[in-house]
């Protein structure tokens, strides 16, 4: 018996890597990294990324840290379009990407750190938090919602 250890062993070592398959909470945090570098591009005057990342159904929603609300691509895509007309210089990143996955949607949570100019003043710092909802189309994760705010830190008014 102690004979067959030797060779099973080998023939452990011998059997390729087979690479980690890829699960949909890797895609869709992929997917929330894609959108930022498409957010990145559009405040630099570069909207077209932002096509690529994005359903173009008709459902999809934006709500903008800056108070905005649009909903359908069309006042998406005009809503990030002024955004880079107010903000013409600036980046935005994601931290600490949180991900759940299920079926054909999901979700990641984040917070977006990064400076934005104003047209005509300084630049900004910020840091908010994040939710973006991503759908399944085509083999594809694209962006159906987004929402930034700035959050509260406070406690005041929280019951138990």
Not at 64 to 70: D, L, P
Not at 94 to 119: H, K, N, Y
């Amino acid at each position: 018996m102690l004979g067959l250890a030797p060779p099973l062993a080998q023939t452990a070592r011998a059997q390729p890597q087979t690479p980690k398959a890829s699960t949909a909470e890797d895609e869709i945090r992929d997917a929330t990294k894609l959108f930022y570098v498409a957010f990145n591009s559009a405040l630099h005057g570069d909207l077209d990324p932002l096509s690529t990342v994005w359903s173009h159904r008709p459902d999809v929603s934006n709500l903008s840290a800056a108070g905005g609300w649009a909903a359908g691509w069309n006042e998406v895509h005009e809503g990030f379009r002024n955004m880079a007309r107010l903000y013409p210089d600036g980046r935005i990143a994601p931290q600490i990407i949180l991900v759940v996955a299920d079926g054909a949607i999901g979700f990641s949570v984040c917070r977006e750190t990064g400076q934005l100019r104003l047209a005509e003043g300084p630049m900004v710092k910020f840091n908010q938090r994040s939710t973006n909802i991503f759908r399944l189309e085509d083999g594809k994760w694209k962006l159906i919602h987004h929402h930034a705010d700035s959050g509260s830190t406070s406690l005041q008014g929280v019951t138990r």
